[in-house]
């Protein structure tokens, strides 16, 4: 299955991000490895949130994610939502 994890963040999180980022893109990329995060990534002007595609049969292992985000432990992202995705077409 295939679910997206929705980031709302907080003003100005470019400034903000940097004593945090290399440890979220470091559990990021630890979940990449995984097979369970298939694409992720902030959206830009204005970079008001993100969206990071998982790949799993356990939406608990998504939760565990958030739960251990440097960026949702540090205050950076305000809300978060996880919506199962039904893929229809693609690779």
Not at 13 to 38: C, F, M, S, W
Not at 68 to 88: F, M, S
């Amino acid at each position: 299955m295939y679910f997206l994890l929705f980031y709302d963040y907080i003003e100005n999180v470019v400034d903000k991000r940097t004593p945090y980022r290399e440890a979220h893109l470091a559990l990021v990329n630890e979940y990449l490895e995984q097979g369970e995060i298939q694409l992720a990534g902030a959206f830009a002007d204005p970079v008001d949130g993100a969206v990071l595609v998982f790949k799993t049969e356990n939406k608990e292992h998504i939760e565990e994610f958030v739960r251990q985000d440097p960026y949702v432990q540090n205050g950076l992202v305000t809300k978060w939502r996880i919506r199962e995705w039904r893929v229809v077409t693609g690779k």
